[in-house]
């Protein structure tokens, strides 16, 4: 008897078959898929009303010493002085946004934060040497990212936003450059000081105007040794010696004029504003001397103790890396700085009080020379006051003409060293709910086609009817 065994299951896939099924549910493939969409746009709106939109801009800073974290003048540099209040305050008004009460602008710095942006193989690089042991230095960035976080349902709207944001970038390198970059503002105001004064109020002036003057020219030529103003040229050096030559010929003339004869418009009113000059500097000579005198008093006592200078020797112990330090020389450390820092203090206050000195006795000779004139009428006075005049319409000439040349050098030296001081590296912008709602019908979509696909597959409303 020969027994008959059963087919074996087949295997094998129908591609066919599974061709025809997913035909067959194509409409509610369609259908599930849209729906995925339509719920993965309806979330994605829903979620991104909920969150605060934020914009953002980019912002680089090239001026010498930013590298090591201080401005031109070494001075520290912060990040944050960006969105200092004056800066906020003159981006608001730029886009007329300002409000007496300064309730926005409160509102905007502290919605308004600034962070370095360090790039992923600076960031690998101090990885593998602290996982060596080694030191790392303090990393200060060149670039960084301004954000600005406000409510959907604040006043000012996405563009306004993006405007403030360049508004305050432009403001800040505009405060740059009035520090840094042009030339001080009281520079050429000395005439415009001067207009009514008395003859005896020129000598005071302007000679403390062309110190100042002077000063910042040596400041400038340290600064920039090399640089030759391609417009004038005339080298920082070169304006110096001119400042200087200004001084010594030009200005001193006109007020040797004045000096020699005693020149002024009301000589009784003269001497009483100069008996006012010496009462203020007696009390700040007195102020200076009490300061001395704490000072000197402070260092004589620290003097009167055995000074010990330390020679500080590194201990190397191989058990622990780190250095042993006693408290006696940590103490004699102490000691030592505070001794040199009263020695510089007694050397300011003393300079102080001879400064002091040096211009109340000038005060003083002046005025014992005009009450010479005071008591005797000269008859030429009228002559002398006319052509001191014409002297100082000359003099303001030359003045004028002298501060125009710094402001040419000083313009080319800008456009030299500080071109790229401040500048925008990424324009302001903020993140479009286009490609959030495109991701979420994208994630919508990867739910419901697939779904829909697997139903098809399945042929599960075919097995119903069959059911």
Same mark, same amino acid.
């Given at each position: 008897?020969?027994?008959?065994?059963?087919?074996? %299951?087949?295997?094998?896939?129908?591609?066919?078959?599974?061709?025809?099924?997913?035909?067959?549910?194509? %409409?509610?493939?369609?259908?599930?898929?849209?729906?995925?969409?339509?719920?993965?746009?309806?979330?994605?709106?829903?979620?991104?009303?909920?969150?605060?939109?934020?914009?953002?801009?980019?912002?680089?800073?090239?001026?010498?010493?930013?590298?090591?974290?201080?401005?031109?003048?070494?001075?520290?540099?912060?990040?944050?002085?960006?969105?200092?209040?004056?800066?906020?305050?003159?981006?608001?008004?730029?886009?007329?946004?300002?409000?007496?009460?300064?309730?926005?602008?409160?509102?905007?710095?502290?919605?308004?934060?600034?962070?370095?942006?360090?790039?992923?193989?600076?960031?690998?690089?101090?990885?593998?040497?602290?996982?060596?042991?080694?030191?790392?230095?303090?990393?200060?960035?060149?670039?960084? @990212?301004?954000?600005?976080?406000?409510?959907?349902?604040?006043?000012?709207?996405?563009?306004?936003?993006?405007?403030?944001?360049?508004?305050?970038?432009?403001?800040?390198?505009?405060?740059?450059?009035?520090?840094?970059?042009?030339? %001080?503002?009281?520079?050429?105001?000395?005439?415009?000081?001067?207009?009514?004064?008395?003859?005896?109020?020129? !000598?005071?002036?302007?000679?403390?105007?062309?110190?100042?003057?002077?000063?910042?020219?040596?400041?400038?030529?340290?600064?920039?040794?090399?640089?030759?103003?391609?417009?004038?040229?005339?080298?920082?050096?070169?304006?110096?010696?001119?400042?200087?030559?200004?001084?010594?010929? +030009?200005?001193?003339?006109?007020?040797?004029?004045?000096?020699?004869?005693?020149?002024?418009?009301?000589?009784?009113?003269?001497?009483?504003?100069?008996?006012?000059?010496?009462?203020?500097?007696?009390?700040?000579?007195?102020?200076?001397?009490?300061?001395?005198?704490?000072?000197?008093?402070?260092?004589?006592?620290?003097?009167?103790?055995?000074?010990?200078?330390?020679?500080?020797?590194?201990?190397?112990?191989?058990?622990?890396?780190?250095?042993?330090?006693?408290?006696?020389?940590?103490?004699?450390?102490?000691?030592?700085?505070?001794?040199?820092?009263?020695?510089?203090?007694?050397?300011?206050?003393?300079?102080?009080?001879?400064?002091? !000195?040096?211009?109340?006795?000038?005060?003083?000779?002046?005025?014992?020379?005009?009450?010479?004139?005071?008591?005797?009428?000269?008859?030429?006075?009228?002559?002398?006051?006319?052509?001191?005049? @014409?002297?100082?319409?000359?003099?303001?000439?030359?003045? +004028?003409?002298?501060?125009?040349?710094?402001?040419?050098?000083?313009?080319?030296?800008?456009?030299? !060293?500080?071109?790229?001081?401040?500048?925008?590296?990424?324009?302001?912008?903020?993140?479009?709910?286009?490609?959030?709602?495109?991701?979420?019908?994208?994630?919508?979509?990867?739910?419901?086609?697939?779904?829909?696909?697997?139903?098809?597959?399945?042929?599960?409303?075919?097995?119903?009817?069959?059911?």
């Amino acid at each position: 008897m020969v027994s008959e065994t059963a087919p074996l %299951p087949d295997d094998s896939i129908d591609i066919a078959d599974l061709i025809r099924r997913v035909k067959r549910g194509l %409409p509610r493939t369609l259908a599930l898929t849209l729906i995925g969409v339509s719920l993965g746009i309806a979330l994605t709106v829903i979620l991104l009303r909920a969150q605060t939109p934020v914009t953002t801009l980019r912002v680089a800073f090239g001026f010498p010493g930013a590298e090591r974290g201080a401005y031109p003048n070494t001075t520290k540099f912060q990040p944050d002085d960006v969105l200092a209040p004056d800066v906020i305050n003159a981006a608001l008004q730029r886009l007329g946004l300002a409000d007496s009460s300064g309730e926005l602008s409160a509102r905007l710095r502290g919605s308004i934060t600034i962070t370095g942006l360090v790039s992923p193989t600076i960031m690998k690089e101090r990885d593998r040497l602290r996982a060596a042991g080694q030191q790392v230095p303090p990393y200060i960035p060149d670039e960084y @990212e301004l954000s600005l976080s406000l409510p959907r349902s604040h006043p000012l709207d996405m563009r306004q936003r993006g405007l403030l944001l360049t508004e305050i970038v432009s403001a800040y390198q505009d405060k740059f450059r009035r520090t840094f970059v042009q030339i %001080p503002p009281q520079f050429g105001s000395a005439f415009e000081q001067l207009k009514n004064a008395d003859f005896v109020d020129y !000598e005071l002036v302007l000679n403390k105007q062309m110190q100042q003057v002077q000063a910042y020219l040596v400041q400038q030529a340290s600064q920039a040794k090399q640089f030759r103003s391609p417009t004038s040229n005339l080298s920082f050096e070169d304006l110096r010696r001119q400042a200087e030559l200004f001084t010594q010929v +030009r200005m001193n003339e006109v007020l040797g004029l004045i000096y020699l004869g005693g020149l002024s418009k009301d000589r009784a009113r003269a001497i009483a504003n100069m008996d006012y000059q010496i009462r203020i500097l007696e009390e700040r000579e007195l102020r200076a001397k009490e300061e001395e005198s704490v000072v000197t008093s402070l260092l004589s006592k620290t003097q009167a103790r055995a000074q010990n200078y330390v020679v500080a020797a590194k201990s190397e112990v191989p058990q622990s890396p780190q250095t042993i330090l006693d408290q006696g020389l940590i103490d004699a450390l102490l000691a030592n700085d505070a001794y040199n820092f009263l020695v510089r203090r007694a050397l300011d206050a003393g300079l102080a009080v001879k400064a002091i !000195e040096a211009e109340k006795a000038l005060v003083v000779e002046r005025r014992k020379r005009m009450e010479t004139f005071l008591k005797s009428e000269d008859a030429d006075r009228t002559a002398a006051i006319a052509r001191t005049n @014409e002297a100082l319409v000359s003099l303001e000439k030359d003045y +004028r003409a002298l501060l125009e040349n710094i402001r040419v050098c000083m313009e080319d030296y800008a456009r030299q !060293e500080y071109a790229d001081s401040v500048r925008v590296t990424r324009q302001a912008m903020t993140k479009s709910w286009l490609m959030s709602i495109i991701l979420g019908a994208i994630i919508g979509c990867g739910i419901g086609m697939p779904l829909g696909l697997g139903i098809s597959l399945l042929d599960l409303g075919r097995r119903r009817q069959a059911a």
